[in-house]
């Protein structure tokens, strides 16, 4: 195991088999030193735990734990073009929040994997951030997330 598998092994999390894509795209990107992902969904064992919109279905405690499987998803995305260890910065988090027309708190859902990212890379792994609320999300999916991370040469 490197570095990053050690650090998420300590908080009982594994990076787990990239998804395979649910539609006409790849699951992650290189382009010079930087790595983008595509949206990725809280899957796990290739189901989604939890459908339905934050606030209404889903409590945003819930909602913050599937944004941390995001990342989880995502590191094993970026894992199809480059070792996790090469990450050198997180650089941009961005969180899609399927959210009930009263619900606000966004960040703290988006806070599930800005925690993880930390935890994971340390101060390299503070991060730029959107938290955007959503009407509706693939597959009824509670929260989507994307990383733009940069790699060493």
């Known amino acids: 195991m490197g570095a990053v598998a050690d650090r998420l092994a300590e908080l009982g ?3 787990p088999t990239p998804v395979v894509p649910a539609a006409a795209y790849v699951p992650a990107v290189r382009s010079g030193n930087l790595v983008f992902t595509a949206g990725q969904l809280p899957f796990v064992d290739g189901a ?10 889903v409590t945003a405690e819930q ?3 599937l944004a941390q499987q995001c990342a989880l998803n995502a ?3 970026i ?3 480059v070792d ?4 050198v910065r997180v650089v941009k988090v961005v969180g899609f929040v399927a959210s009930d027309p009263s619900f606000t708190q966004q960040p703290v859902v988006v806070n599930g994997a800005s925690n993880v990212l930390k935890a994971a890379f340390g101060d390299a792994g503070a991060h730029a ?5 959503m009407a509706v999300l693939p597959f009824d999916a509670p929260v989507e997330v994307e990383l733009i ?3 060493a040469d």
């Open 13 to 15: 999390l594994t990076i």
């Open 48 to 57: 989604l735990p939890m459908t339905g919109k934050v606030g209404a279905d």
């Open 63 to 65: 909602a913050a734990e």
């Open 75 to 77: 590191l094993a995305a």
């Open 79 to 81: 894992s199809t073009v």
């Open 84 to 87: 996790v260890d090469s990450i």
């Open 129 to 133: 951030r959107s938290a955007i609320g």
């Open 149 to 151: 991370v940069e790699v």
